[in-house]
């Protein structure tokens, strides 16, 4: 099983990035899928997540507003669309899956292995 993060990168304040987490070894149609990031020196922090359908998300009060969480079933794939970044959005960002659609980091039982997004100020 594996979860695979792409699309990560440095790009200035104020652009935008689209995150993408393919899944394969098995199918993610029915869990949860999130979102998390570590900062330089930081732990890691819940950033957005998707309920099995998307009928729910929940998302990190320093992300809402300006990234959106999506899926797509039929590829097994989520996204994270990052608009008008920051530079305190600098960070390794993680996707992960988990049977319940929580914020709670400790509840995401697969992990992929990150992509580094850089915002220059």
């Known amino acids: 099983v594996q979860l695979v993060e792409s699309g990560g990168g440095l790009v200035q304040a104020g652009g935008s990035l689209r995150l993408s987490c393919a899944a394969s070894?098995?199918?993610?149609?029915?869990?949860?899928r999130g979102w998390f990031r570590q900062a330089p020196g930081k732990e890691r922090e819940f950033v957005a997540t998707i309920n099995w359908n998307g009928g729910t998300t929940y998302y990190a009060d320093s992300v809402k507003g300006r990234f959106t969480i999506s899926r797509d079933n039929a590829k097994n794939t989520v996204y994270l669309q990052m608009n008008s970044l920051k530079p305190e959005d600098t960070a390794v960002y993680y996707c992960a899956a988990g049977v319940v659609v929580t914020t709670n980091i400790r509840s995401y039982d697969y992990w992929g292995r990150g992509t580094l997004v850089t915002v220059s100020s």
């Open positions: 070894g098995r199918t993610f149609s029915s869990y949860a």
